[in-house]
């Protein structure tokens, strides 16, 4: 797997470059396309040479797809003019429970892998097909987005009558030419490498990190957790935690368009690192309750604690990444790189979450101690949530009530300033 989470981080470059060059709308079909492709390969692999290069071409077009359709989401939720960024994260978690009953229905059947997996990406194509026309073209994103032109392209021109955006009958001095040449190239080894920007594409990069970091080290380590300290408790009961949290997630990440609107991006990033940093607290305190006579069910105190403690941390989670790309999309320079800055940043934090999270658990001899060092993890969200961009439908209604007013107040004092007529 590392194969893979390897192929999504070094897909994020590339993302950024193809959305410059060529829009989201085509670099996002591509990266559905070869995903599709990749998709049955797994299944046709005969040794671990094999299945470790068809992995990391899995993880090239997943991250490829990953970052180019967030910005698609962006430029629709442009065009729409309010948030809808979450129901978009949301269809994700809904889609993924409909590919897991697919496959369920196909194993079932006693269908073998390589025609379980053919006709997923067979169904994956068709909706990729129907959904193309509906997508904004390079050429409208500009329109929408004025910062998703090719800056690169537009900076440097190799030929023609401009050089590095200066006319050739422009006098400047050669030292300023050189300047101009040397921060074009600082600004393309920032592209290359992921490096923020700015300090908002900086501080939204963290808040995905930090986000991602501890979503895939809840994913990873949550059912160890409840094997080694709840004992007593059946099966099902271990299980009922790790659903509470993704339908918590699935939930609130179509609850965030409502609340990015009413509360904005800074409190509700804010508030969900509180929440998530509060909930691990109750999953940590959950196994005081546990005695040796505690009962195999899941109403017993310890499993409602923790159970507790995993919806909050999900609702508190599920919002942060779709503000990160939000953000991220709106912000200044070109959109498609910032989305594709801030994807890589994600992908670094749940690569390095499961081994770190392991490593601390081995250092400290306890799985509890790591997940208070989770904890503080996440309650740092809430410092971070003060560094990044406004959101730009933050209170949107409470805005056009007050110019409502304000409109109807100018309107008054100019009717009792107009004079009677006889």
Known sequence: MLFSYVGQVAATPWAGMFMRRWGSRKATVSGAVFYCIALPLLALTFDTTSLCFVLLFFGLSQGLMDCTMNSCAVV?????????????????????????????????????????????????????????????????????????????????????????????????????????????????????????????????????????????????????????????????????????FEVAMGSGRFCSDFLRKYFGSRKLAQFGGILAGCGLGLLVWAPSFTSESSTNTTTSPDLLCAGFGMFMCGCGISTLIPVSFAGAGYSEGHSGTAVATVGCWMYAGGIISSPLLGAISNACDSLRYAFILLAICAFTIAPIGCLIPEDRYANQDKQHVSDDQDMASSAKQSDSRTPLLP
Not at 115 to 128: E, M, N, P, R
Not at 201 to 229: D, V
Request: charged share 15%; hydrophobic share 40%.
């Open 76 to 244: 629709t939720e442009a065009v729409q003019g309010y948030p809808i960024l979450g129901q978009f994260h949301g269809s994700y978690s809904v889609a993924a429970a409909g590919g897991a009953f697919i496959g369920a229905a196909l194993h079932a059947a006693s269908t073998n892998e390589t025609v379980s997996y053919a006709v997923c990406a067979g169904i994956a194509l068709s909706l990729c097909a129907l959904s193309y026309t509906s997508l904004y073209s390079h050429k409208d994103e500009k329109r929408i987005l004025p910062n998703s032109t090719d800056d690169m392209v537009d900076t440097v021109i190799h030929t023609g009558e401009q050089e590095f955006g200066v006319e050739k009958e422009d006098t400047r001095s050669t030292s300023k030419i050189i300047v101009d040449r040397r921060s074009t190239l600082l600004t393309s080894l920032r592209s290359i490498f992921m490096i923020p920007q700015t300090k908002e594409i900086a501080a939204l990069s963290l808040l995905g990190f930090l986000a991602a970091y501890t979503e895939s080290a809840i994913n990873t380590w949550l059912f160890i957790y409840y094997g080694r300290y709840f004992p007593n408790s059946a099966s099902t009961a271990k299980s009922a935690g790790f659903i509470v």
